[in-house]
């Protein structure tokens, strides 16, 4: 199905265009995770590939942290900003709220807002990651002094690659196929699978003992079964609707008196575990980097521990900040008093609720109940790899598989849903020009 649709849109060329642009995009993006930081010791950075908490900022990244590029922050200091700023447009920062109520111009000065606050948090976050590499890495991470100035240079660096990789998924977004942000994650993830895969392979078959060859089969075919369970499961919840019933008090002659409106059984999607994996990579690099300068210094290890996925007090506060994440964000997406005053105004209304309150406490209360649900479908996708990581001693990139393969199948589901409308609207102006 997929195939066919795909080869439907390549005789489009509308279509054609903006898919190739996409490729060539994330081609540049691939081409930038490999550049490395110039002056960075790449011999010192081999000593980095299991620490728990790279994985996370690797996976936002597309891998690049991994390699110290130039795109090693990727997305993430826009996403962060993104999510501060959707904060304090609820009644946090008066500012804020006005511009969020001020139609395209508001939302231009939000976005300029969003990407100040994001080279912010680039800069701290590449000078803190530098700062933490440098003390976990055991060798020199620079071939020069690492001083002030270094350090600036290497922010700056990592800010401007930062950027650009935030404007190159403007431009997907704009001009190409599918969001730009999860289109570039997307392509991280992907580029990934084979080097996992190879890793799992070696690490089951090959540095094992032959005796325990069959013990490892059999851990492996649990592992295929669960991912197929979990792609199954990922897919069924995506597509799931809440069919809200709308009346309509005037309609035009020959229209529908009624219809529906659907809220997804999710309606956070995957924001919240990326968010949640970010606060708790920033803190455990800064911890980490902060024991090694103090190691006689016992409570930042207590610390530290309620930041590491990989213990059980990081799983439990991992999970909470997911559960919260997605309650925040699914009001973020959507505001029950617009939702409430859209409807009011377009001359509709919910059988059985009174309009405008009333309405309001209605999808508030429908979406404590769906982000209920979906808190606990990200919270159990997320933390089955990590908890099947510490029982069976996988491979610590097992860790972020479930969030990988969220990030996958919702990008995909997108993409494919972007493409039939591209298909539909064709057929529709296909219909009109022949009138």
């Given at each position: 199905?997929?195939?066919?649709?795909?080869?439907?849109?390549?005789?489009?060329?509308?279509?054609?265009?903006k898919?190739?642009?996409?490729?060539?995009?994330?081609?540049?993006?691939?081409?930038?995770?490999h550049?490395?930081?110039?002056?960075?010791?790449?011999?010192?950075?081999?000593?980095l590939?299991?620490?728990?908490?790279?994985?996370?900022?690797?996976?936002?990244?597309g891998?690049a942290?991994?390699?110290?590029s130039?795109?090693?922050?990727?997305?993430?200091p826009?996403?962060?900003?993104?999510?501060?700023?959707?904060?304090?447009?609820?009644?946090?920062?008066?500012?804020?709220?006005?511009?969020g109520k001020?139609?395209?111009?508001?939302?231009?000065?939000?976005?300029?807002?969003?990407?100040?606050?994001?080279l912010?948090?680039?800069?701290?976050?590449?000078?803190?990651i530098?700062?933490?590499?440098?003390?976990l890495?055991?060798?020199r991470?620079?071939?020069?002094?690492?001083?002030?100035k270094?350090?600036?240079?290497?922010?700056?660096?990592l800010?401007?690659?930062?950027?650009?990789?935030?404007?190159?998924?403007?431009?997907?977004?704009d001009?190409?196929?599918?969001n730009?942000?999860?289109?570039?994650?997307?392509?991280?993830?992907?580029?990934?699978?084979?080097?996992?895969?190879?890793?799992?392979?070696?690490?089951r078959?090959?540095?094992?003992?032959?005796?325990?060859l069959?013990?490892?089969?059999?851990?492996?075919?649990?592992?295929l079964?669960?991912?197929?369970?979990?792609?199954?499961?990922?897919?069924?919840?995506?597509?799931?609707?809440?069919?809200?019933?709308?009346?309509?008090?005037?309609?035009?002659?020959?229209a529908?008196?009624?219809?529906y409106?659907?809220?997804?059984?999710?309606?956070?999607?995957?924001?919240?575990?990326?968010?949640?994996?970010?606060?708790?990579?920033?803190?455990?690099?800064?911890?980490?980097?902060?024991?090694s300068?103090?190691?006689s210094?016992?409570w930042?290890?207590s610390?530290?521990e309620?930041?590491?996925?990989?213990?059980?007090?990081?799983?439990?506060?991992?999970?909470?900040?997911?559960?919260?994440?997605?309650?925040?964000y699914?009001f973020?997406?959507?505001?029950?008093?617009?939702?409430?005053e859209?409807?009011?105004k377009?001359?509709?209304?919910?059988?059985?609720?009174?309009?405008?309150?009333?309405?309001?406490?209605?999808?508030?209360?429908?979406?404590?109940?769906?982000?209920?649900?979906?808190s606990?479908?990200?919270?159990?996708?997320?933390?089955?790899?990590?908890?099947?990581?510490?029982?069976?001693?996988?491979?610590?990139?097992?860790?972020?598989?479930?969030?990988?393969?969220?990030?996958?199948?919702?990008?995909?589901?997108?993409?494919?849903?972007?493409?039939?409308?591209?298909?539909?609207?064709?057929?529709?102006?296909?219909?009109?020009?022949l009138?």
């Amino acid at each position: 199905m997929f195939l066919k649709l795909l080869k439907d849109a390549f005789k489009v060329k509308n279509v054609r265009t903006k898919i190739l642009f996409t490729i060539l995009v994330l081609f540049v993006f691939r081409v930038g995770t490999h550049v490395t930081v110039p002056g960075v010791n790449v011999k010192s950075l081999e000593a980095l590939s299991n620490i728990p908490f790279l994985n996370m900022l690797s996976l936002v990244s597309g891998n690049a942290m991994r390699n110290f590029s130039v795109f090693a922050l990727g997305v993430s200091p826009y996403i962060t900003a993104s999510i501060i700023v959707q904060l304090m447009q609820m009644d946090l920062v008066p500012k804020f709220v006005e511009w969020g109520k001020q139609g395209e111009v508001g939302r231009r000065k939000l976005n300029q807002a969003t990407r100040y606050i994001s080279l912010v948090l680039a800069f701290v976050q590449s000078i803190g990651i530098t700062a933490s590499f440098n003390a976990l890495s055991g060798a020199r991470l620079t071939t020069m002094p690492l001083t002030w100035k270094t350090y600036i240079i290497i922010g700056a660096i990592l800010t401007t690659g930062s950027v650009i990789v935030t404007w190159l998924g403007e431009q997907i977004t704009d001009k190409g196929y599918g969001n730009g942000t999860s289109m570039i994650i997307f392509a991280g993830i992907i580029s990934s699978l084979p080097d996992t895969v190879h890793e799992i392979y070696v690490d089951r078959f090959v540095n094992i003992e032959s005796s325990r060859l069959g013990e490892s089969a059999l851990i492996v075919g649990v592992l295929l079964v669960a991912i197929l369970a979990i792609v199954y499961f990922t897919t069924f919840v995506q597509q799931a609707e809440y069919k809200i019933p709308i009346q309509y008090t005037k309609r035009a002659q020959g229209a529908p008196s009624s219809s529906y409106l659907p809220l997804k059984l999710n309606p956070a999607g995957v924001i919240p575990v990326i968010f949640a994996g970010s606060i708790t990579a920033i803190p455990t690099s800064l911890l980490q980097f902060f024991a090694s300068q103090n190691k006689s210094i016992s409570w930042l290890s207590s610390i530290r521990e309620y930041f590491d996925y990989s213990t059980i007090k990081g799983m439990i506060v991992y999970a909470v900040l997911i559960i919260l994440f997605t309650f925040f964000y699914s009001f973020v997406q959507v505001n029950p008093e617009k939702a409430a005053e859209n409807l009011q105004k377009s001359g509709a209304y919910i059988h059985g609720v009174r309009p405008g309150k009333g309405t309001e406490d209605y999808f508030s209360t429908l979406l404590m109940r769906l982000a209920t649900i979906g808190s606990l479908f990200l919270g159990f996708v997320a933390l089955l790899p990590i908890f099947a990581q510490n029982v069976f001693g996988l491979t610590s990139k097992i860790a972020f598989l479930g969030t990988s393969l969220i990030i996958v199948i919702m990008t995909s589901i997108e993409g494919i849903k972007q493409l039939e409308g591209y298909l539909l609207k064709r057929k529709y102006v296909g219909f009109l020009d022949l009138e």
